[in-house]
């Protein structure tokens, strides 16, 4: 982000410094796959055992083994989340087995979005959108608190419209 010798990290200046995203994502996300498995456990176990007979309630450990599996894997990907503001371009990676690094230049960002559904107003979370020129750009950085999802925002609109103005 800055130029000089050292940040306050020991790292070489030069090098991006990388944010995460609030660990009130990984406890939301943790939430619903707890809603969504004990759904499917009653759909898939407890009534097939009422209609089809007390054997078909088996198929109820099948979606909550699921779940537990899917459990380590959600922090996982929670921790593959990171993004970091540069001199010209904003970088969001993610991805647990497939890493994807998308670079956004802040001349090319056309409008940024801060959206908050209730679920992440209710864990104080909010989500930032970039919409660019290019309609495939998927630059969406989620679990931010809202004051950083503002300031961020703020900040890219701020250097976009500056980038822009010489476009």
Not at 13 to 32: F, M, N, S, T, Y
Not at 121 to 148: K, M, N, W
Request: net charge neutral; glycine share 8%; proline share 7%.
């Amino acid at each position: 982000m800055e130029t000089g010798s050292l940040d306050g990290t020991g790292a070489p200046a030069d090098q991006p410094v990388w944010r995460r995203p609030e660990p009130g994502l990984l406890r939301v996300r943790r939430l619903l796959l707890t809603v969504w498995a004990g759904v499917l456990a009653v759909a898939a176990g407890v009534l097939p055992g009422l209609f089809a007979g007390p054997a078909w309630a088996a198929c109820a450990l099948v979606p909550l083994a699921c779940a537990a599996a899917c459990r380590r894997l959600l922090e996982r990907n929670w921790r593959s989340w990171r993004y970091a503001e540069r001199a010209d371009d904003l970088l969001i990676s993610r991805g647990v087995l497939w890493r994807e690094e998308t670079v956004v230049p802040y001349g090319r960002m056309q409008l940024v979005e801060v959206t908050s559904g209730p679920l992440e107003r209710r864990f104080g979370l909010a989500t930032v959108q970039l919409h660019t020129a290019a309609a495939a750009t998927d630059a969406t950085i989620p679990g931010l608190d809202p004051a950083e999802a503002e300031r961020l925002r703020d900040r890219l609109t701020e250097l976009g419209e500056a980038r822009s103005a010489g476009l």
